[in-house]
């Protein structure tokens, strides 16, 4: 039960904000589908070793959950490491936000 708490908790308010957050940046710089897709694949992937890491560190979470809801919690910072999908689709995010002008 509680797995299934903190799986909902991550996904609901750590994930989806950063998901949305790169998602909309990326739409705006018109980036190809592919790459959205990428970045999907990279929280579906990361979701498991996040929920872990949220329940073996509750604290962690927490702080995650308020930098994310806040904004203030930077997307490799994260996803980096959290899935092995994750470095190659911030690197195609970050290539192509740099392109287009728009990294921040």
């Known amino acids: 039960m509680f797995e299934g708490l903190m799986n909902w908790v991550v996904a609901s308010f750590l994930l989806g904000p950063i998901q949305a957050e790169i998602t909309q940046r990326l739409q705006a710089a018109r980036a190809p589908q592919e790459l959205v897709q990428q970045v999907s694949r990279c929280a579906s ?6 929920v872990q890491r949220a329940m073996s560190n509750p604290a962690w979470a927490v702080g995650a959950v308020v930098r994310a ?5 930077q997307p490799e910072a994260l996803l980096g490491d959290a ?4 470095p190659p689709a911030i690197a195609a995010v970050r290539q192509h936000l ?3 002008g728009s990294a921040s």
Do not use: E, I, K, N
């Open 83 to 86: 899935a092995p999908s994750c």
């Open 98 to 100: 740099a392109r287009r």
């Open 45 to 50: 992937d990361a979701l498991p070793g996040l």
């Open 69 to 73: 809801q806040t904004g203030s919690l």
